[in-house]
């Protein structure tokens, strides 16, 4: 093997057939209002734990569905629970429901 | 797949291409990583096909490495174009034929500026003025050296001495197709077939008894981008484009890869050895790699020209197996002499990637 | 004697305005290019957002031509159309002649071409079809299958296929492809409830009323998912399956998907008939290449020509709803025409040159 000074760039494309998707199927199964996300990022903007470290649970469902899990998994624990998220989704996403769904395929 | 939606689409973009009196304008890269193929080019157009093709010694770089790595300002550029117009109307001709796909690029940009922003080519008619005394004229047809060989596509199929199929099984060849970005990305219709599905090298593929796969990452660039590979720091950046590419074509099982491009031969062919010490991977059969040819190298070996004639001693993953594929005699012992009996030497053979 | 006026094109708008202007009391004449009524509503078998039978609307409208003894002229192959005073001559192919006292333009859309968007491979990669053919599977009564023969297991949907894209020309929004995506998602998982849909969009466009609910419908009953990413390129795999590569906008990173069958929501782009109506009768086209209305919020109906006049998509997308109401409108006008009512001299509050939009 021969030590070029650089590498195979890792490919940042999401590879959907790849990528495993179960946690988001899990967290679907037990809490439907999952699927009623629609990224509009109000729960993000409220959210506590949002305003002092990278938490954004806007970001998290879309990274579940998409299968993409690591960032998820090693953030998901930052939520403090407060419940503001569930007070602003205009879509009535069982926020509170979704991130124990979440956290219970992550420890 | 429906071959007839591509020939729809085919039909859609045709262009013109000039049937003699060519202005010749060498690559920068090519002429020195392949300098057989341009060659070769001119042992076609001159000897097979009789035409009038004309190279002038004072042509110089079209400035477009330099233009894409962020090195040369526009206007330079324009101004260095133009004087290759100069050169060219001086010699009396108004075909421009260049090598290089980047070049046919260059060429063909500058004329969509002028013809948009007519101040910039009297600007730039002014600068070369200045600097050098020359004038020119706008040339009649541009088309790339691949336009070229595509439009005799038939002729030289008609001369040839061997067909793009494997002698053992009588099969076509499975080929891949590369087409350098510039050909026809910018401009879709200065390109035979478009952007989406150029046909260029396929037409000459089809011609010449060889059968093309269509593979996901077709369209993706071979990763040159310039500034990416000229940087060591992005080559990792540059390396994966090829990686992708070798991946997604791998599942075809092609038997070769042809391209009309001057960096994608390059680095289509010498990123198989990198990958293969980098990950331990080949591609293609025995570990010897998927080998890699200009069109003008496959031009020349049907038409029975000698594989070490078209330079193909330079390329990393070795033609040999090829050449056995479609019958095509070799001699093993002249692969590494040079014109003129000097001696090429004869280059490692790598750790991973099988050469000849 | 009944003034006359004559319908050209028997789709949605043709046929209502006609019904409506026989209840009014003119001698309708309707003319159709081809053997029936009902254009384009032929071809759909249920509707947005209701998700009632198409053939119902057809129903409703004939019996409105029937009702109003409306005289339909199918396979009218119009040749030349001359204005002498106020009188018009329309002259067909066949060599017969209609007067009337005014015009109605009801010429409506042809679906854009799917091949024009040729990075998406529609007619070249077998498993990439268009919404239109869907429907036709769902009219039929035919199975959803692959080109293979098999079920497929994941459908793309991708929306915005020759419309909002300078790339076909066609800078607009066609306003009905969101949600027939939406109501042709839902269609597919009542058939096929193991298969996965994507929709690939890039602004969800749930403008009308109820359309919404059957947004929210399809996410949270029957679990369709929404990508924000316009498709750059579809290409086939080689298993025939289709790979897309999509930027996942809401992620911030490129997507690849193989999806077993690709359905393009092909937009709605002015008619062949309305090139050829509008250039025998010296209408205007706006710069979407429909027709330009005398007034975009006021005068809608009202043509550049004295006593023709426009209904339905002949002008800009619609949807039924709103094509149906427009051609009521459109009957209105012409009665106000005909009885001697100035359409178009009222006074608006302000003179301000309008901005060249349409």
């Known amino acids: 093997m021969v030590d070029f000074g650089y590498k195979i760039a890792k490919d940042r494309q999401i590879d959907f057939d790849k990528n495993d998707r179960s946690i988001a199927q899990y967290v679907r199964k037990h809490e439907p209002t999952f699927n009623l996300c629609i990224s509009c990022g109000t729960c993000a903007a409220t959210c506590t734990a949002r305003q002092f470290t990278d938490f954004s649970l806007r970001k998290y469902i879309l990274l579940l569905r998409r299968g993409e899990n690591k960032e998820v998994i090693e953030n998901i624990h930052k939520c403090m629970l407060c419940g503001k998220c569930q007070l602003v989704c205009p879509m009535g996403v069982n926020t509170r429901g979704v991130i124990y769904r979440i956290m219970e395929m992550c420890i | 797949m429906n071959i007839d939606g591509k020939i729809a689409i085919w039909k859609d973009y045709q262009k013109h291409i000039a049937a003699d009196k060519y202005f010749y304008v060498r690559s920068c890269v090519r002429q020195n990583f392949f300098p057989g193929s341009e060659t070769t080019f001119l042992r076609i157009l001159r000897e097979e096909l009789g035409k009038d093709v004309y190279e002038h010694p004072c042509h110089t770089t079209c400035t477009g490495i330099g233009y894409h790595g962020d090195i040369v300002p526009l206007d330079t550029m324009m101004t260095v174009v133009a004087r290759q117009f100069a050169l060219m109307t001086e010699a009396g001709y108004e075909n421009l034929v260049p090598s290089c796909i980047t070049s046919f690029g260059i060429y063909t940009e500058v004329l969509d500026t002028w013809h948009h922003f007519p101040e910039t080519e009297a600007r730039v008619r002014e600068y070369l003025k200045k600097a050098t005394g020359r004038e020119f004229k706008i040339p009649a047809n541009i088309a790339h050296a691949s336009d070229v060989v595509y439009k005799f596509r038939n002729e030289i199929s008609a001369k040839a001495k061997y067909k793009l199929v494997n002698q053992h099984t009588g099969k076509p060849l499975k080929v891949v197709e590369h087409i350098g970005c510039h050909y026809s990305k910018m401009f879709p219709d200065k390109g035979i077939g478009g952007a989406e599905y150029p046909y260029v090298l396929i037409g000459m593929v089809n011609d010449w008894g060889g059968e093309i796969v269509d593979y996901p990452e077709r369209r993706h660039c071979c990763g040159f981008g310039f500034r990416q590979y000229l940087v060591q720091a992005n080559r990792g950046y540059s390396i994966a484009c090829s990686h992708k590419k070798f991946e997604s074509m791998q599942p075809y099982k092609p038997d070769m890869i042809i391209t009309n491009c001057p960096g994608c031969p390059m680095f289509l062919d010498k990123w198989q050895y990198a990958i293969a010490e980098m990950e331990g991977k080949t591609y293609g059969e025995n570990g010897q790699g998927i080998p890699v040819f200009t069109y003008e190298e496959v031009a020349g070996l049907i038409l029975g020209y000698n594989p070490w004639d078209l330079g193909l001693q330079t390329h990393q993953v070795s033609c040999e197996p090829l050449l056995d594929k479609i019958g095509i005699p070799y001699n093993a012992a002249e692969k590494y002499d040079g014109v003129n009996g000097i001696k090429l030497g004869k280059p490692e053979k790598p750790a991973v990637l099988q050469c000849v | 004697m009944k003034k006359k006026v004559i319908v050209i094109g028997g789709g949605i708008a043709g046929m209502e305005s006609s019904a409506h202007l026989a209840a009014l009391g003119y001698e309708v004449t309707l003319l159709e290019k081809s053997d029936k009524l009902g254009g384009h509503l032929l071809n759909w078998e249920k509707l947005f957002p209701t998700m009632r039978m198409g053939k119902d609307v057809v ?160 996410q949270e009953k029957w679990g369709v998912n929404f990508i924000r990413g316009r498709l750059s390129e579809a290409c086939e795999n080689i298993d025939g399956s289709v790979l897309v590569k999509v930027e996942d906008t809401l992620a911030g990173k490129p997507l690849k998907m193989s999806v077993d069958l690709l359905v393009l929501m092909v937009g709605i782009e002015p008619s062949a008939g309305t090139k050829q109506v509008g250039k025998m009768l010296n209408l205007q086209f706006g710069v979407n290449r429909f027709f330009k209305t005398a007034d975009q919020h006021t005068l809608t109906n009202v043509s550049n020509v004295k006593g023709v006049f426009f209904a339905g998509t002949c002008t800009g997308p619609k949807t039924i709803t709103n094509t149906i109401t427009d051609a009521r409108a459109a009957a209105s006008t012409i009665a106000n025409y005909l009885s001697g009512h100035e359409i178009d001299d009222r006074i608006m509050a302000s003179d301000i040159q309008l901005v060249a939009l349409w």
């Open chain 3, 59 to 218: 129903t409703f409208l004939n019996e409105g031509i029937e009702k109003g003894k409306v005289h339909v002229v199918c396979n009218a192959n119009i040749t030349s159309a001359i204005q002498k005073n106020n009188q018009f001559s329309v002259f067909l192919e066949n060599n017969t002649t209609y007067l009337a006292d005014a015009i109605l333009v009801t010429t409506g859309y042809d679906l854009f071409d799917a091949r024009r968007k040729e990075e998406y491979g529609y007619g070249i990669y077998n498993n990439v079809i268009t919404s239109a053919e869907l429907e036709g599977i769902f009219l039929n009564g035919f199975q959803i299958v692959t080109a293979e023969g098999n079920a497929p297991k994941r459908i793309g949907i991708v929306h915005c296929v020759g419309s909002r894209d300078e790339k076909t020309g066609n800078t607009y929004c066609s306003k009905v492809c969101c949600v027939t995506a939406v109501k042709q998602s839902i269609e597919i998982k009542e058939r096929l409830p193991d298969a996965e849909v994507y929709c690939f969009y890039m602004d969800m466009r749930m403008f009308g009323m109820h359309f919404e609910a059957l947004y929210r419908e399809a």
